[in-house]
Nanobody, 121 residues
Framework: QVQLVESGGGLVQAGGSLRLSCVASGSIFSIDVMGWYRQAPGKERELVASITGGGRKNYADSVKGRFTISRDNAKNTIDLQMNSLKPEDTAVYYC???????????????WGQGTQVTVSS
């Protein structure tokens, strides 16, 4: 079993900042990609940012220059620093990772429970 626990969501005014954190625990042999997704009401879940074990980062166009993803491989954590927040950033944010539970195990995708981010105008 792999568990993801997110923290850091909340309510903020437009232009403000929030920092999301996610900790992975459980039976983990290796982690490949870690990332953050979000889902707004009535919309599909979308990738916000991801980072590989080697540190290669990928961002959605809508958050480039405002959000920064970081990762601590030793602690199995990822953070998402969100600056210059806009009302359209309002969504439930989900932590995600692709991991193996053993050397010869297949890679599975795991999700956190989600944390609400609300940006008021």
């Amino acid at each position: 079993q792999v568990q993801l626990v997110e923290s850091g969501g909340g309510l903020v005014q437009a232009g403000g900042s929030l920092r999301l954190s996610c900790v992975a625990s459980g039976s983990i042999f290796s982690i490949d990609v870690m990332g953050w997704y979000r889902q707004a009401p009535g919309k599909e879940r979308e990738l916000v940012a991801s980072i590989t074990g080697g540190g290669r980062k990928n961002y959605a166009d809508s958050v480039k220059g405002r959000f920064t993803i970081s990762r601590d491989n030793a602690k199995n954590t990822i953070d998402l620093q969100m600056n210059s927040l806009k009302p359209e950033d309002t969504a439930v944010y989900y932590c995600n990772l692709e991991a193996k539970q053993g050397r010869y195990s297949p890679t599975f995708r795991y999700w956190g429970q989600g944390t609400q981010v609300t940006v008021s105008s």
